[in-house]
């Protein structure tokens, strides 16, 4: 526990600066995908055929090994924060995307005809009804992308990505060192507490956008 505590004290300004760069990338490339996956949604909720192609598709990309995935784009989009941000956006297009389909499918047929029966236009519709009450969903989708390509982003390491992945790989580089175990075990810690933290800024954004009607 001291190798620990010394570690994070004598590296607390490395340690700051990888974990700004980590939320940072997943803060750009939540947004990214959030807009890509809700413009998807409302582009195919209405049809059953092309909301189950694009929800499939954004699946067969979620199971290509993030290795494999970033190795593919690397010759595109070389080293660093480019592939690294296009990964993330793909692996967390699927959850937004099957949210936002979910969220605009169950909106109650009553109320869009009550909308157009005063009146409403298909994009006042879409922007004053069916996406407010999707919200709830489409929101639940964003959290459970951002856990998931906060541990994915670590793995970006190796393709000289921003973030914790570079103090965890490498303090698994140096096993045998004094450093190496308190240097791996700090990087992973931060990134738990990190996913914890923005899931917490996530929850908090939900009860200051969702109406309390329909909030629970």
Known sequence: MDALWSFVVNRREQ??????????????????????AVALGVLVYRSPL?????????????TVPSFALLGLLIPFLGLGVGPTIVALVLYALLPILRNTVLGLSSVD???????????????????????PLAWPSILT???VSTQMIMGILALAAYAKGPGLGNVIFSGLS???SPNAVPQALTGTVLIVVL??????????????????????
């Open 141 to 143: 989708g964003m959290r």
């Open 50 to 62: 092309g909301s189950a192609a694009a929800t499939a598709t954004a699946g067969a990309i979620l």
């Open 195 to 216: 996913a914890l933290a923005l899931d917490g800024v996530l929850v908090l954004l939900g009860r200051l956008t969702i109406p309390r009607g329909i909030r629970d």
């Open 109 to 131: 047929p009553a109320v869009t005809d009550a909308a157009r029966g005063v009146g409403m236009n298909r994009l006042r519709l879409l922007t004053k009804i069916e996406l």
């Open 174 to 176: 140096r096993l045998g």
């Open 15 to 36: 340690l700051l600066v990888d974990s700004y760069l980590h939320v940072s990338a997943v803060v750009q490339s939540l947004a990214l995908a959030t807009v890509l």
